[in-house]
């Protein structure tokens, strides 16, 4: 029989010889041993190769400036010297080269009269002048009615006889009226141009008033025939009659 640490052993028949062989089956590892003590240091190794060459060292500080040298003294300005007076004039010789440019000599006497210029540019337009304004004046001495004409120093329900003819081409602006003495109702005058009712006419609302005036602007043509038509609403006539003034701009 083994022990632990040996193999255990079995029999076998073999048929071929029919003999018996032994067998040995492996058994389980047994325990590890102690660890022995630690042997005598070795021999010294041989010298190792040479080594890679270092790195390049850092650059050293830069050292300290210098001093500035001194700077030298100046040399002195020398003297202008004098000019040189001016030489007398030589004898005529063969032309040499440009003198030096003379002295500025005295002004000339004036020149003649010069031929007369060139015909000036056009001015420019003046301005406007004023216009030209002119009056023509209606009036009667006598008693004038109700729906008559008033002329010059004459008045009645004649058209054609109380009319003053218009000297040019103007604008009608102002008729001023009146009826020289209070009296009570309203009146009126109204311009009539060839016998035909303008539409401009001058009103006095109030008799007590006595005068007024209107402004417009009616076109009249030279030769044109004008006369003033009185009307009114107070009783009776006026016995000192009226007087009107036309306000004309020419054209």
Do not use: W
């Amino acid at each position: 029989m083994s022990s632990d640490n040996e193999d255990t052993v079995r029999v076998k028949k073999c048929k071929c010889h029919k003999m018996q062989h032994a067998i040995y089956i492996k058994g389980d590892n047994g325990s590890k041993g102690d660890t022995g003590p630690k042997g005598d240091k070795g021999d010294k190794g041989d010298k190792g190769d040479i080594g890679d060459k270092g790195c390049k060292g850092d650059k050293g500080d830069t050292g300290c400036k210098g001093d500035k040298g001194d700077k030298g003294d100046s040399g002195c300005k020398g003297d202008k010297g004098d000019k040189g007076s001016k030489g007398d004039p030589g004898c005529d010789g063969e032309m040499g080269c440009q003198g030096i440019k003379g002295d500025k000599g005295d002004k000339g006497d004036k020149g003649d009269k010069g031929d007369n210029g060139s015909k000036g540019d056009k001015g420019d337009k003046g301005d406007n002048g004023s216009s030209i304004s002119s009056v023509i004046y209606f009036a009667t001495s006598e008693a004038i009615n109700n729906n008559e004409y008033m002329g010059l120093g004459n008045s009645s329900n004649s058209v054609l006889r109380n009319t003053v003819v218009i000297p040019y081409n103007c604008i009608a602006n102002d008729l001023i009226f009146s009826i020289r003495e209070p009296k009570s109702g309203s009146y009126s005058a109204t311009l009539y141009i060839n016998g035909v009712n303008s539409g401009f006419s001058c009103i006095i609302n109030d008799g007590n008033n006595v005068s007024g005036i209107s402004s417009g602007s009616v076109s009249l043509n030279q030769y044109d025939m004008v006369t003033l038509y009185i009307t009114f609403t107070g009783s009776g006539a006026l016995n000192n009659g009226c007087c009107a003034s036309l306000i004309l701009t020419k054209l």
